[in-house]
């Protein structure tokens, strides 16, 4: 018979993007990083792509200097157990989180994390929604999040990153969007391979690659901590019409 004390916990998910959510709201529990990489995995654990636990700004230290702006803290971790800044994704979950356990109402809604105070906006109605028409009443409305501008470092260490995948390597740019991201151009995706594994990164961030394209759509592949793989094309919007002569 197991001994193993219980958890409380809820999963959620944002874009496919799926979380284990575990309420401590007083800041009672001490998860470590193999704790939280047991329980994210996918085989033995609960599963999922992170970890998000529910705290009051004022039980967590690391966000005590946050509490006067945001009631609550998202405690992000990666699905290996370290510690992240937040997810963008993970936001919307914990906002929606807090509006379904009653503990906000719809509307603006302030949220701690470890790259600051983010601002999230949870849907009243179809005439409050990001997108007209996407939006429906109470627990379904949509939820939007500011995750304000992404930032390149100058010249320097900082901003000088090399992605190894196999026999190649590339030079790659920190973009930090709360999160850091390694942003590689290639040629041809394929030669990134699958990403199922985080490809070494010198210093290591997240990892993204794009091909080099001068196309009117290019594509882009994701490798994270937090989420194995993605990939999606990025289309830019239609140029405007050129004025009449």
Not at 104 to 116: F, M, P, W
Not at 199 to 205: L, S, V
Request: proline share 9%; charged share 20%; with cysteine.
């Amino acid at each position: 018979m197991s001994t193993a004390p219980r958890l409380a916990f809820l999963k959620g998910h944002g874009t496919e993007n799926d979380f284990v959510i575990v309420p401590d709201l007083d800041g009672r529990l001490e998860l470590s990083a193999a704790t939280v990489a047991r329980i994210c995995d996918r085989r033995a654990g609960i599963g999922g792509d992170g970890l998000i636990r529910v705290v009051r700004s004022s039980a967590h230290p690391e966000a005590l200097a946050m509490a006067d702006q945001a009631e609550w803290f998202m405690d992000y971790r990666n699905s290996d157990g370290s510690i992240a800044e937040m997810c963008g994704n993970g936001v919307r979950v914990f906002a929606r989180y807090l509006q379904r356990a009653g503990l906000v109402e719809a509307g603006d809604l302030a949220i701690a994390t470890r790259a600051g105070v983010r601002r999230a906006h949870i849907a009243k109605d179809a005439g409050d929604a990001a997108r007209p028409g996407e939006a429906t009443a109470g627990s379904d409305a949509p939820i939007t999040v500011v995750m304000g501008e992404a930032t390149l470092p100058g010249p320097g260490p900082d901003g000088e990153i090399t992605v190894t995948v196999g026999d190649h390597s590339w030079p790659a740019r920190n973009v930090n969007m709360g999160n850091p991201h390694a942003v590689a151009f290639v040629d041809d995706l394929a030669e990134a391979g699958e990403l199922f594994v985080a490809p070494p990164c010198a210093p290591r961030p997240r990892t993204r690659t794009a091909p080099t394209s001068n196309s009117s759509s290019t594509a882009a592949r994701a490798m994270s901590r937090c989420a194995c793989m993605s990939a999606a094309p990025v289309r830019p919007a239609p140029a405007a019409p050129a004025p009449a002569p």
